[in-house]
């Protein structure tokens, strides 16, 4: 079996290096050996290696990740406390890339590495330094720390609120592009994309936020506030050993000019992602790399669907005719998803490859959709405050306005019609600023099936969570303590999980007691700002894993463990930045999928769009903790 060492090094180039380092060296290489022995008869090749300092010290925590394939598949490992790494069933006869990744040093990729053969083992010592230019160190940071200093400048609570829930709505402000100083007519012009989009602002915020966001993020500003700290131990301390026990996989799927909005694993083990901007349902196979895309019929929808025109809320880059949003698989494996500018629902059946579609009768933008129990399709309706049920076995389909906050909110949903039929005709971009703005619409907005049947939901802009009887139809609205609701789910003992959007926190309501509990993210301590847009509940391992949407990770959390007085939250940083998550699913493995759909694509580190598969690799750590050995 052959046997290759090679050391790299990111930062400045070092010397022969210090005795600390030979011997550094040669326990890696015997290291290295050792894992040869037990690698012996694989069909695969092995990556291995160590990361340490300058002074032959190692580095732990540092995200390692290898890039082949194209288009691109990354495999990520952290390192150990020893900063020795492991990434094992690599096969490639293409060169490969290597990255090395941690917050306060200095890392890269390095492409073209020779190609792996079958059966290799590669040896890599690598040695790391620490960021010391604080410009350079700032730019690491996730958008939640920098959009921190903009919260902490604006007095009014609500104003902090209504600016983490319109201007996070689809992407993050986490890369260059989006921080840049404008003048006073450009920041404009952002805010009426902004407001054609769905977020709407106050009209004296938005008046403000220009003169804002220049003074804050002006360099001179932002990056004494943001590294004030650095070279301490703790400003970017390494995450906790069980993270770094995590694998971490990315598949570049579609194009800069894609947003893989939802995804949902099939129980056939493909993945099923939808591309909200090119009508694009993508399969993908992990096992084999192999992608599919399909386009979902348009029929003679123009582009913006039903929204179309010259109002049209597409970015300019978009193809969206129909705009898939969210998707599920249903009992008989077909993947149905809504198409919220089609304003349809359409079923895919994977077997045939072929594509049926529902309209709908009332209602505008189906935004998210589940099954309950009888195979029935529920699904929220955002932009005239229904939620519709289709049931497939009969065609039967229904929907349910729900109530408004105000008349003025009544009397505007009922118009929707009206608005809709003039904005296809009539430009009111212009008018946007000061007309538009300030408006509230309810946008009822994540949904889920109770285990008791009942059907609830969230109203994203007012603060509410509702249920309805699933025969009756009748409506309960009930006030949440914290703001925007967004995604929620029900665990397996019947009570509901809500991400609290523009409040930073995770909320558990017991639907018998009518009673909420609510648990801060770790993620907005020292400031930062996180914005959770969804949570799904891993029943078979009593853990919710939450969506930090603003600060390119995933987060767990085990009731159990808060309940019993220890750390219930673990906040697993992602290779990427700027990942802003949506949708969570799992597989059979107890693995947590996601996708990376910030919009626009082309501000995610690397251009592309991707879906995220972490594998926590901790199973004898959850089995303990069931047992009460942990």
């Known amino acids: 079996m052959g046997k290759k060492l090679a050391r790299r090094r990111w930062g400045r180039l070092q010397g022969s290096g210090p005795p600390a380092v030979a011997r550094a060296l040669g326990l890696a290489l015997a290291v290295g050996l050792s894992l040869a022995a037990t690698t012996e008869g694989w069909a695969s090749a092995v990556v291995s290696g160590r990361v340490v300092d300058a002074q032959g010290e190692p580095v732990?925590?540092?995200?390692?990740?290898?890039?082949?394939?194209?288009?691109?598949?990354?495999?990520?490992?952290?390192?150990?406390?020893?900063?020795?790494?492991f990434v094992s069933g690599v096969v490639s006869d293409e060169p490969y890339a290597l990255r090395l990744r941690r917050t306060g040093w200095r890392g890269g990729w390095q492409p073209e590495l020779a190609p792996l053969a079958e059966g290799?083992?590669?040896?890599?010592?690598?040695?790391?330094?620490?960021?010391?230019?604080?410009?350079?160190?700032?730019?690491?940071?996730?958008?939640?720390?920098?959009?921190?200093?903009v919260l902490e400048r604006l007095e009014g609570e609500g104003d902090r609120e209504q600016l983490v829930r319109q201007c996070?709505?689809?992407?993050?402000?986490?890369?260059?592009?989006?921080?840049?100083?404008?003048?006073?007519?450009?920041?404009?012009?952002?805010?009426?994309?902004?407001?054609?989009?769905?977020?709407?602002?106050s009209?004296?915020?938005?008046?403000?936020?220009p003169s804002l966001f220049n003074e804050v993020y002006a360099p001179e500003y932002a990056v004494p506030r943001l590294t004030a700290d650095m070279g301490k131990a703790d400003f970017a301390p390494p995450p906790p050993?069980?993270?770094?026990?995590?694998?971490?996989?990315?598949?570049e799927l579609g194009q800069r000019a894609s947003m893989q909005h939802d995804l949902a694993v099939h129980p056939d083990g493909r993945i099923y992602s939808v591309d909200m901007m090119q009508d694009q349902l993508y399969r993908l196979d992990p096992e084999t790399g192999e992608r599919h895309a399909f386009s979902f019929p348009r029929g003679d929808l123009p582009p913006g669907g039903v929204f179309g025109g010259p109002n049209d809320p597409s970015p300019p880059n978009a193809n969206a005719h129909v705009g898939p949003h969210s998707l599920q698989v249903a009992p008989d494996g077909a993947v149905w998803s809504t198409l919220a500018y089609g304003n349809q629902l359409a079923r895919f059946d994977p077997e045939e490859e072929t594509f049926s579609v529902y309209?709908?009768?009332?209602?505008?933008?189906?935004?998210?959709?589940?099954?309950?129990?009888?195979?029935?399709?529920?699904?929220?309706?955002?932009?005239?405050?229904?939620?519709?049920?289709?049931?497939?076995?009969?065609?039967?389909?229904?929907w349910v306005r729900l109530p408004t906050r105000d008349l003025g909110q009544a009397i505007t949903m009922r118009l929707m019609p009206a608005f809709l039929w003039l904005s296809q005709r009539f430009d009111f971009s212009g008018a946007a600023a000061s007309a538009g703005e300030g408006a509230s619409a309810p946008v009822p907005y994540g949904i889920d099936v109770a285990p008791d049947g009942s059907v609830w939901f969230s109203q994203l802009n007012e603060h509410r969570i509702g249920?309805?009887?699933?025969?009756?139809?009748?409506?309960?609205?009930?006030?949440?303590?914290?703001?925007?609701?967004?995604r929620l789910r029900f665990d397996g003992d019947g009570r509901l999980w809500i991400p609290g959007f523009s409040s930073g926190l995770v909320a558990r309501f017991d639907?018998?007691?009518?009673?909420?509990?609510?648990?801060?993210?770790?993620?907005?301590?020292?400031?930062?700002?996180?914005?959770?847009?969804?949570?799904n509940v891993d029943r078979d391992r009593g853990t919710v894993w939450i969506c930090g949407t603003n600060s390119d990770t995933l987060i767990r959390f085990d009731p159990n463990a808060s309940d019993a007085g220890r750390e219930a939250f673990t906040v697993y940083p992602l290779p990427t930045r700027v990942t802003y998550t949506r949708e969570i699913d799992f597989d059979d493995q107890g693995r947590v999928w996601t996708s990376n759909s910030n919009l626009p694509s082309w501000q995610i580190e690397g251009g592309f769009p991707r879906v995220v598969r972490l594998d926590p690799r901790d199973e004898a750590r959850t089995a303990a903790r069931a047992a009460g050995a942990d």
């Open 203 to 209: 009209p004296d915020l938005r008046e403000r936020l």
């Open 60 to 85: 732990a925590g540092v995200m390692v990740t290898l890039r082949r394939s194209e288009p691109f598949h990354d495999t990520t490992v952290f390192t150990r406390d020893s900063g020795v790494f």
């Open 120 to 149: 290799e083992v590669r040896r890599l010592e690598m040695v790391m330094e620490p960021e010391t230019d604080p410009v350079a160190l700032a730019a690491q940071l996730p958008a939640s720390d920098w959009y921190g200093l």
């Open 511 to 535: 639907p018998s007691e009518r009673a909420f509990q609510t648990y801060a993210l770790p993620t907005m301590a020292g400031g930062a700002i996180d914005a959770p847009y969804a949570l």
């Open 241 to 251: 050993a069980v993270v770094r026990q995590a694998l971490i996989e990315e598949w």
């Open 467 to 486: 249920r309805i009887d699933p025969e009756s139809f009748e409506v309960e609205i009930i006030e949440t303590p914290f703001s925007a609701p967004r």
């Open 359 to 398: 309209p709908l009768e009332e209602g505008y933008y189906p935004h998210t959709l589940r099954f309950d129990g009888a195979g029935r399709i529920w699904y929220t309706v955002a932009a005239s405050n229904h939620v519709g049920v289709l049931d497939p076995a009969t065609g039967e389909h229904r």
């Open 168 to 201: 996070t709505y689809c992407h993050q402000q986490g890369s260059r592009a989006t921080r840049m100083l404008r003048d006073e007519g450009e920041w404009q012009k952002v805010l009426s994309l902004m407001a054609r989009m769905g977020g709407t602002l």
